[in-house]
């Protein structure tokens, strides 16, 4: 019989969170937990202790999350996300190794940290800075090399919603309409009468419960369904995504207030595939991938019935995540090409409901908001930002004119882990950039 620990690794996995906190819980380090030094599945066979594969169902946890983000394909069935035949873009370079002496506080303890000391504190397996659309600072760790992809985590969530606001500005997704009205199958469910927008939001009213130490919570019912691996015999719950979001139930009024619930993802992965006619990784690579000049094909993972995790299931290079964000920064072109109406941009920036948002008492995210599955800060940069538990992020600050990617496995999934570290240091990088680049630009105008 399959374990709940492997409903659990499949699901944290790709969207969601450990219960323990960096105060009940000490990890080793970065460097201590580093996969290569560990030698997880090396060799031909590799000896039996280092072996991270079926039948067992521990493969994230810490601290072999560290090689498992390099290599879900290994482990689980996934679907292409095509970037076609042509030739990659090339992404021009001017790398800054000052940017490592970078000094910020963080905001838990104001203790002071370098850049270069945030990395290896947040296990990060891969960062790179993007400035004015130029490579500033690149750098791998752990599993990852530039060769390799990455879970991106809930970032996926973040190009479902990306991929629904260009349906809208298209005109193909009318984002008032009902849920039910495009797809008649949820008519029974919670997600009947919400809007397309309020699914995009996150503000539905759902009676769900993610809460891990509860065996009976929904989360477990909903890893069951999700699981595309064999059942055992003796299962009968729902099969697939689809088929577990048609038994959610309605709590509360929808529009009120901010939750994040990942079934909303899957939702909105429906409704996308049921307008357009594709699914969500045929259209992510018809409309960004394929035109991004990526440099390697991306993949998702996908249920037992081939439908892909639209809240979690994305793996891909860093390089070509960095192009998903300077597209973003750019407002829907890049490479000199218009892949989208600046509208799309323009609805994500402005954000969400911050009242709504405000009831979720994120800790690090105060003022903040989300809207069309992207979190938006609304500091004084106007940064917005993709995110994923373990440390993934796509950090956009249209003000610095920068972008910074980041892939991590941190050994606790929630970003409020990260958030005291990688918030202060993002914007200290920012800081420095429009610091740097203006006493350059300034020199060279002297001259």
Known sequence: MLSRLFFLTVFVMLSFSVTATAQQQRFDSAEATDPNKLKWMQGFPPPA???????????????????????IRELLPTTPVSRGLSAPASLPEKLDSEIDNITFKR????????????????????????????????????????????????????????????????????????????????????????????????TTGLDYSENYEDPNADIWIYSAASNPLPKPDTYTGPVGYYEYLQ????????????????????????IIARVSGSSVAQLLSAK???????????????????????????????RDMARVGQLMLNEGTLNNERLFPQSVVEQIRKGGDKAAFSQANYRYLEGASYRSM?????????????????????YVDPTADMVIVRFASHPLAKNTHTDPTSLPAYQAVAEYLLSCCGKHQANADAH
């Open 288 to 318: 960004i991938w394929k035109n991004i000049g990526a440099e390697q094909d991306a993949y998702m993972t996908i249920d037992s019935k081939g439908t892909p995790f639209a809240g979690g299931g994305l793996s891909a290079g860093l």
């Open 107 to 202: 905001l838990d303890n104001h203790r002071e940290l370098t850049w270069k000391q945030s990395l290896t504190e947040n296990y990060t397996d891969g960062i790179l800075i993007l400035h004015k659309g130029v490579i500033v600072y690149e750098e791998y760790a752990g599993c990852l090399n530039e060769e390799r992809k990455h879970a991106a985590m809930s970032m996926t969530k973040s190009l479902t919603g990306l991929l629904a606001e260009i349906l809208v500005a298209e005109g193909t997704l009318n984002a008032q309409a009902t849920v039910a009205s495009i797809v008649p199958e949820l008519a029974e469910s919670a997600f009947a009468d919400a809007t397309v927008r309020q699914v995009m939001d996150m």
């Open 374 to 394: 992207w979190w938006v800060l609304h500091n004084k940069h106007q940064a917005f930002a993709a995110r994923g538990v373990h440390g993934q992020t796509i």
């Open 49 to 71: 202790d280092k072996i991270i594969t079926h039948p067992e169902s521990d493969f994230f946890s810490f601290p072999k999350l560290r090689w498992t983000v390099c290599h």
């Open 247 to 270: 038994t959610v139930k309605k709590a509360g009024e929808h529009g009120k207030a901010f939750g994040y619930k990942t079934i909303n993802s899957d939702v909105l992965g429906w």
